[in-house]
């Protein structure tokens, strides 16, 4: 079992930042990839961006890219999502999510992963 825990969710104005981090503890040893995905209120979950742990490559839905970046610290089994020049459309719930293996589904699919974290609220205010 894979426990996330998701921080650094709030209340931004358009344009502002926002840092956000999940942290992985449990069967960590084995770690394909990790991401973000969001979710907006009467929408489904979408890809934001998810980083293939052993490459280190990293992929972003265009609609983040140049705004979003994400990283991870393999020393704490963690990853990050520096988002800049926030929108509006950005607020959602922002899941994190963790697979030990590559599936055939693709990377960003919610089927791709099978372990999510809790949610954090990320609210941009025009």
């Known amino acids: 079992q894979v426990q996330l825990v998701e921080s650094g969710g709030g209340v931004v104005q358009a344009g502002g930042s926002l840092r956000l981090s999940c942290a992985a503890s449990g069967r960590t040893f084995s770690t394909y990839a990790m991401g973000w995905f969001r979710q907006a209120p009467g929408k489904e979950r979408e890809f934001v961006a998810t980083i293939i742990w052993s490459l280190g490559s990293t992929f972003y839905a265009d609609s983040v890219k140049g705004r979003f970046t994400i990283s991870r610290d393999n020393a704490e089994n963690t990853i990050h999502l520096q988002m800049i020049s926030l929108k509006p459309e950005d607020t959602a719930v922002y899941y994190c999510?963790?697979?030990?293996?590559?599936?055939?589904?693709?990377?960003?699919?919610?089927?791709?992963?099978?372990?999510w974290g809790q949610g954090t609220q990320v609210t941009v205010s025009s």
């Open positions: 999510a963790f697979t030990p293996y590559i599936s055939s589904s693709p990377y960003y699919t919610p089927s791709a992963y099978g372990y």
